[in-house]
């Protein structure tokens, strides 16, 4: 059985870590956003785009539903992705 004071230790190096993670938030979401499929894409202007509603994310290019064209919106690539990689 353990110690107290090691369980002390170990609670303190979780609160430390927990601390640091909290501290670099930023980056955090930022490689959340890189390695999901689910995340937030700007809207191209149309002038730019060849379609009416077309997405810039980390994933690059999406075309959306045209009836729900906001600036900002959050996309789901998986099925995409499945679909483009079918194709080769």
């Known amino acids: ?4 004071s090691a369980y002390y230790l ?7 870590f927990t601390a640091n993670v909290i501290d ?3 980056a955090v979401l930022l490689l959340v956003c890189i390695l999901s499929p689910i995340s937030p ?3 191209i202007p149309q002038g730019i785009s060849h379609r009416p509603c077309e997405y810039i994310g980390t994933r690059g290019i999406v ?3 045209p009836k729900t064209c906001g600036f ?17």
């Open 72 to 88: 900002i919106e959050i996309i789901d690539t998986r099925e995409r992705a499945r679909r483009w990689s079918l194709q080769w």
């Open 24 to 26: 670099h938030w930023p």
């Open 63 to 65: 075309s959306n539903n």
């Open 1 to 4: 059985m353990m110690s107290a």
């Open 10 to 16: 170990y609670g303190a190096k979780l609160c430390r």
């Open 41 to 43: 894409h700007i809207r």
